[in-house]
C-alpha cells in the first residue's frame, strides 16, 4: 500500500488572494469648463485584485462615466463618455474587522464627446489614487466605500482640458482570502 500525502487549503481558500468587485460611484470634475457643462454624475466600475505579497496587492479596473450637458455659448446638446481602464498596487492596512487601504496607480482614459460641432475622441495615459476601507459582511463577500482622486490632460481642438476629478464610490465584492492573516492548510491522507 502506498501513502502519498497532499497538502490542499482549505474551503475556498483555493484561490487564496484574489478579490473581485463592482460598484458605482459619484463624479465631480475637477475642470471648471468640464464642470459648467456636464457638472456632476454617476459611473460604474469593477476591479480584480490579486495578493502579492502580505499586504501589498495588485489591482486593475474599469470604470464607465457618461453624462449630458449643454454647451457653454449654443446650449445644444452634448453628450460625453470617459471609460478609463487602470492598474496599479494597492497597500492594505487590516484594523479589527475594517481593511483600510491606499492605492495608486495609472490609467488608460477613452474620452468620446459628441455634440452638433462634431465628434472628439481622444485616449491618453492618466494617474490616480484612492483612499478606502472595505468590511466583509458573510464569509467573503464584503463592502467596500472608497474616494478617489484622478487626473488625465487631453488636448482636443487645441484646448487643454483635465477630465479627472474627485469621485466617491460604494461596492461589494468577493474576496477569496484576501484579507486573511494566515493560511489554514489541511493534511489529508491518499491511500
Known sequence: MVMVWVVVMAGPALA??????????????????????Y???????AEGIIRL??????????????????????KEETTVKILPVKAGLRLRLPVSVLNFYIS?????????EENLIGRVQETKMGYMGKLGCYVKIVKGLYIDCHFQYSHCSIKPLEIEADIGGMSLGLGIGYDFGLGEKEEKWVWREVK
Open 53 to 74: 505579497w502580505k499586504n501589498l496587492d495588485f489591482w486593475v479596473g474599469a470604470g464607465y462615466y457618461t453624462q449630458k450637458g449643454k454647451l457653454t455659448f449654443t
Open 16 to 37: 487564496t488572494g484574489i478579490a473581485f468587485g463592482i460598484g458605482g460611484f459619484y463624479f465631480q470634475p475637477v475642470e471648471k469648463a468640464f464642470d459648467d457643462i
Open 39 to 45: 457638472g456632476t454624475g454617476r459611473g460604474i466600475n
Open 104 to 112: 495608486g496607480g495609472l490609467g488608460h482614459f477613452i474620452f468620446d
